[in-house]
């Protein structure tokens, strides 16, 4: 695992500046969730880390080493996306394994990392079954599962379990916070769900159009927030 360090970054989409100079640094098995609402960054901050967008202007480090200039395959991070993501005519043995065949590794090295995923999120009964046969719950597992297989330095999620409902939301969002644990994983995770963000995070940073409005743990923004902007997403009702 790594620390992650954001260094002055912007971020332009043609004329219109949607991030404005944000400094950050995540820690080492640090779980960050950024909140904030919609449009205003979350998922290009996050994809600024992953190397899916590359900032206008600043620098991104990944263990104390510069990857601003490096593409997501070689950045070590790896993104959870949302459980749609899986490939429907492939088993979940084949999901899991996918990348790691793509990249080159040896077959058995690959079955070893594959188990081992498996073993960690209780898929080890159901790696025959295609995802059609899978819960909502076992698919988002999955979903996690191909991150987990690629021994990621960070995992970077972006609104994982916006597509559940309600009751497995609680139930994922149980295992994202073991998984976090049991692992000691470094975690960005991108949601506009208050619970999620209070549940599950070390820190918050609260995100309004492309600049950090707040950031402090679950407890201090919601007993301290600054303005009515953060109270509406975290504080206490007032
Ligand atoms: P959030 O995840 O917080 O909802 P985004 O990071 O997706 O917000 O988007 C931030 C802003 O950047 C929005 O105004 C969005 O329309 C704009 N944006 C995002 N991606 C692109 C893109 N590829 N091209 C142009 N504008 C984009
Ligand atoms: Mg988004």
Redesign the pocket.
Known sequence: MADLKLRGINKN?GA?Q?IHDIDLDIGNGEFVVFV?P???????LLRTISGLEEPSSGQVLIGGEDVTDYDPSERGVAMVFQSYALYPHMSVEQNLGFGLRMGGMPRDQVAARVMEAARILELTELLERKPRQLSGGQRQRVAIGRAIVRQPKAFLFDEPLSNLDAELRVQMRIEIAKLHQQLGATMVY?THDQVEAMTLADRIVVLRAGRIEQQGSPIELYDNPDNLFVAGFIGSPR
């Open positions: 989409f219109v949607v904030g919609s449009g205003c960054g979350k998922s290009t991108v």
